[in-house]
């Protein structure tokens, strides 16, 4: 069964280059609504944990200390077929491959830093939210 809820990440690179703003007004243009949001920092064991699906891949380590370098806004959003449509938004993995007017075309520089990240099933969209939020901070 879909469900309505994704989580998504402004990740390190895209709050660095001022990006935030453009991309919420995609995420809000698109229909997404914003049900639970805050700005903070991951710990190297928060990346760890919240990675840990890709700690074999040999990109771990960067992956971790790029996700751990400055902060993020972590975000659930709400919108019928939330995890399919988000994805279609954000683009592919790699922004050379992504479609134009996506969100890593628009944002991302490269397949490690690229700018947004997208819960990729429902079940990883509950997970990864009650990662970052309790219920009192999902609205
Ligand atoms: P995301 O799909 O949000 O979650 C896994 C992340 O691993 C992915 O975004 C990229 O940031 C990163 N990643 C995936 N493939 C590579 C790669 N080949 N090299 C470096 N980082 C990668």
């Given amino acids: 069964m879909s469900t309505n809820r994704t989580f998504t990440m402004i990740k390190p690179d895209a709050v ?4 935030i703003g453009g991309i919420l ?3 809000s243009s698109a229909g997404f609504k914003i049900v639970a949001m805050k700005y903070t920092q991951l710990s190297t064991r928060d990346a760890e ?13 960067e992956l971790v200390e790029f996700m751990t370098r400055g902060p993020i806004v972590a975000a659930i959003l709400e ?3 939330a995890v399919e449509d988000f994805r279609a938004l954000i683009g592919a993995t790699n922004p050379a491959e992504a ?13 490690g830093e690229n700018a947004v990240h997208g819960s990729d099933s429902d079940e990883n969209a509950a997970i990864e ?3 970052h939020f309790s219920g009192r901070e999902i609205f």
């Fill in 16 to 19: 660095e280059n001022g990006h």
């Fill in 25 to 27: 007004e995609k995420i």
């Fill in 49 to 61: 944990a919240f990675y840990a699906v890709h700690s074999e891949r040999p990109f771990f380590g």
């Fill in 79 to 81: 919108k019928d077929n």
């Fill in 99 to 111: 479609a134009e007017g996506t969100i890593r075309k628009l944002f991302a520089t490269s397949i």
């Fill in 129 to 131: 939210g009650a990662f």
